[in-house]
């Protein structure tokens, strides 16, 4: 919390003050609210509190708060208090301003309190020199102009008398605002497919936006009013140099557009499928379209071709057929008549549900049988309509009985043979799309290059390659997954002529794809780290063991060494033991042997000795 005090800073002898502690802040009720005002006397409970000093001097104004949370503070201020003038003089204005050099726009607040009189005050009047006028103790202005402006202050007492005082002001032009400036932050390239990333929080505004619109240069556009709106995401379709713009604008009335472009390349290849991957996938074979018809057949007869001798892998799923008059039919078998003779071309265009297609041919001749008939008025049999030769006389024909030889009939000159028209002229498929695509993102083909024979287009059948059709001029298509796929458009006029275009599209990796590829590589590069800190760890362990294997064996044969160097040691003392023992034995029995043979060389002195006095007895 903080106590704060607002008030004058001077006054006079016996008149009363206003201080105000209403600009206090507290994060909870308070529980207190002393004032001290430095004469001796106090006051309580009031934030907004009226005091007259008595004596002139200079005194401390203590406002202490205290609040529910155990909080408190005090606010000092300091006033000084002149004595009272003599009754009956004059009064003396003073003005106090919280600011005397503001912008324009700004607003200065006056404070009069300050002044003194002999007699009770009984009006404050103010002039802030800028044609507005102000009444009371304080008063405020609000200047809208640059310059200096005298504030005057005259104050009346009740006895008539009056005085003026004057504040200058200094009014400075409005500091201009810093411009609106839009930035693009994006990678300079990005491929066809790939989500590209625009950012324009490095755009400046010293006020709030309150419009941002971006155009992606491809005829797609974004933004609005949020914050958030300054990074967007966009996804490129067709390859080429986009000129990307971001247009802000703010509260100031500012707008500033900022221009980035970026060059759209076509999405990479994705890698080749393994060589076994290709040879295990079944390779699926256009059809064969095949017309069972007559070569010949006259003007008006109702001709049935059939189309069931075609041949495919996958289920045929349209017949087209076209006569070369400018009819058409569908389904496998049909009928038709010609309406004149001449040679036509007959066509059958087949579609599987692959899309993939196929076109074959038949040349009929319809001829009218009524130029065909032989002269009514003939004497003789004649050959086969056919083989008449109206120009040559008949052979003279044998008769049983004799009759006058008649003439031949005089036959007419045939007519010249009537110019067959040309045949129709097929029109030609050409496919307008990308050759790499990347699957799960929308690519657009389109037909618009195509061009018509000898009549207009009238059908048009695409096949993606995947099992989806469509027939319309401009289509667009996603592939499910990578790989290659044959894209088929197979256009036909009115005279049921068709052609054939194939584009082959790679498509890359979609998006999913990519994500699942990057968490298995992840999750691969996780297991091989887990692995490696295994066989690490495992390694560790390995280490620790031999060296505890090695320190037992070096302990063992310590102690092995020890053992021996022991039993060696008890067998050389036991063998030392033996050889004393066996050699004081021999010296023993040397020392008895020598004392026998001693004692034994003792006896004959003795003998004769025993036997002479033997003798003598």
Known sequence: ???????????????????????????????????????????????????????????????????????????????????????????????????????????????????????????????????????????????????????????????????????????????????????????????????????????????????????????????????????????????????????????????????????????????????????????????????????????????????????????????????????????????????????????????????????????IEIVDTAAAQPPAEQPTPTPEPAQAEPTQAPAEQPTPTPEPTQLPVEQPTPEPPVAQPAPAQPPTAVIDGPMQVQAGVPVSFSSRNSQPGSSAIVQLQWGFGDGVTDDQPETSHTFPAGGQYQVTLTVVDENGLSATDQLLVSAGPSQAEIDAQQQAEAQRQAEEQANLQAQQQAQEQAAVEAQRQAEEEAQRQAQEAQRQAEQEAQRQAEQDAQQQAEEEARRLAEEAQQQAQEQQQQQPDAAPQDGASDGGN
């Not at 009064?91 to 600011?99: G, L, V």
């Not at 491929?191 to 941002?212: E, H, Y």
């Open 1 to 363: 919390m903080a106590a704060d005090i607002s008030g004058p800073a001077q006054g006079t002898a016996g008149q009363s003050l206003t201080f105000d502690g209403q600009g206090s802040t507290s994060g909870a009720p308070l529980s207190s609210i002393q004032w001290d005002f430095g004469d001796g006397t106090t006051d309580s409970g009031n934030l907004t509190v009226n005091h007259t000093y008595q004596n002139p001097g200079t005194y401390t104004v203590l406002l202490t708060l205290a609040n529910d949370n155990g909080q408190n503070n005090t606010a000092v201020q300091q006033v000084t208090i002149q004595a009272a003038p003599a009754a009956n003089q004059p009064p003396q204005p003073a003005i106090q301003a919280d600011a005397t050099t503001v912008e324009a726009g700004g607003t200065v607040n006056f404070d009069a309190s300050g002044s003194s009189a002999g007699s009770p005050v009984t009006s404050y009047d103010w002039d802030f020199g800028d044609g507005n006028t102000g009444s009371g103790q304080l008063a405020s202005n609000t200047f809208t102009q640059p310059g200096t402006y005298n504030v005057t202050l005259t104050i009346t007492d009740q006895n008539g008398q009056s005085a003026t005082s004057t504040q200058s002001v200094t009014v400075n032009p409005k500091a201009q605002p810093d411009p609106l400036t839009a930035s693009i932050s994006a990678p300079a390239t990005a491929d066809v497919g790939q989500p590209v990333t625009f950012d324009g929080q490095q755009s400046t505004s010293a006020g709030p936006l309150n419009s941002i619109q971006w155009d992606f240069g491809d005829g797609s556009t974004g933004g609005g009013t949020s914050l958030s709106d300054l990074v967007t995401d966009h996804t490129y379709q067709q390859p080429g140099t986009y000129t990307v713009q971001l247009t802000l604008s703010n509260d100031l009335n500012q707008t500033n557009t900022a221009s980035f472009d970026i060059d759209v390349q076509a999405a990479p290849l994705p890698p080749p499928p393994p060589a076994q991957a290709i040879a295990d996938q079944p390779q699926l074979q256009p059809p064969t379209a095949e017309i069972a018809g007559p070569d010949q057949a006259a003007v008006g007869e109702a001709i049935v071709f059939d189309g069931g001798y075609s041949q495919a892998d996958s289920p045929i799923v349209q017949y087209q057929w076209g006569f070369g008059d400018g009819a058409t039919a569908d389904g496998m078998g049909t009928t038709h008549a010609f309406a004149a003779p001449g040679v036509y071309n007959v066509t059958l265009n087949i579609v599987d549900e692959n899309g993939q297609s196929s076109n074959a041919s038949h040349f």
